[in-house]
């Protein structure tokens, strides 16, 4: 993540020297000017992309920030999977002992299947906190992305924003690592589903400890995944089609200017 932040505001910089020197073009870092101060002149011109430059810092270093800080919270969640898997393995390992489990294993099938269990109330209670805590910053971030897709797509093709190429593909990266990280729930879901029906031996327990899973895998068949909204899934096929809807707009825009 960090790589990318600063590949992309170094990239967006440096297309100023490198128009001034190959093109001998003066361009700004940014598209918009400061009241009061003339872009003709040299020190007008110096002053502007100065200013320019420290927005583009300031404003990588926030999203840098924020993007890290989802990413790291959210990349975290096959980590209950897997480990879900194993404590379904050391009950298989009892299981399959061949022990009576009406009297023998019992006990220690108990336990392991309780620490199962209130392993996955954790995961739910995880994803419910990751969901109402990015509420808002995923509609804001959906959002802005799509803004910020749209308006530097139509000013690449009108050609007044050299630099907004390397922006362009910012935007593109960003919109699919959250759409990618929503996928990423969805398919670790899928695998809670999965582990309850697959990964523990249900037909040796005890018939109560079969209606505990059953009820853990139709709780995991109703985990819901991260939203935009409430309404848009976070996935990569929404990512998709905003694309789409993105080149779609863009090009209604161009047949309106024409």
């Given amino acids: 993540m960090a790589i990318i932040h600063f590949s992309i505001t170094m990239s967006l910089i440096a297309v100023v020297p490198f128009y001034r020197v190959v093109f001998n073009e003066r361009i700004f870092v940014m598209q918009f000017l400061l009241p009061g101060i003339d872009p003709n002149t040299a020190y007008g011109y110096l002053m502007?992309?100065?200013?320019?430059?420290?927005?583009?810092?300031?404003?990588?270093?926030?999203?840098?920030?924020?993007?890290?800080?989802?990413?790291?919270?959210?990349?975290?969640?096959?980590?209950?999977?897997?480990l879900l898997r194993c404590k379904c393995q050391d009950l298989n390992d009892i299981l399959e002992e061949g022990k009576d489990v009406e009297q023998e294993g019992i006990g220690d099938c108990q336990i392991l299947l309780k620490d199962i269990f209130q392993w996955h109330q954790k995961y739910m209670i995880y994803i419910t906190t990751v969901k109402d805590n990015y509420f808002w910053v995923l509609i804001i971030e959906m959002g802005t992305v799509a803004l910020s897709l749209a308006s530097t797509l139509f000013c690449l093709i009108l050609g007044t924003w050299p630099g907004g190429l390397t922006y362009l593909a910012y935007c593109l990266m960003m919109l699919y690592i959250y759409c990618g990280l929503g996928t990423l729930v969805e398919v670790t879901n899928d695998g809670f589903i999965d582990s309850g029906y697959t990964d523990v031996i249900w037909y040796k327990l005890p018939m109560v400890e079969r209606k505990m899973i059953q009820m853990m895998v139709m709780m995991a068949q109703?985990?819901?995944?991260?939203?935009?909204?409430?309404?848009?899934?976070?996935?990569?096929?929404?990512?998709?089609?905003?694309?789409?809807?993105?080149y779609t707009m863009t090009m209604m825009l161009i047949n309106f200017l024409e």
């Fill in 222 to 246: 109703n985990t819901g995944g991260l939203t935009i909204g409430s309404v848009v899934p976070l996935t990569m096929n929404t990512g998709l089609q905003l694309t789409k809807a993105i």
């Fill in 48 to 82: 502007m992309n100065c200013m320019h430059c420290i927005c583009i810092l300031f404003g990588s270093f926030g999203n840098f920030a924020a993007d890290l800080c989802f990413f790291t919270i959210v990349s975290h969640v096959p980590l209950f999977k897997d």
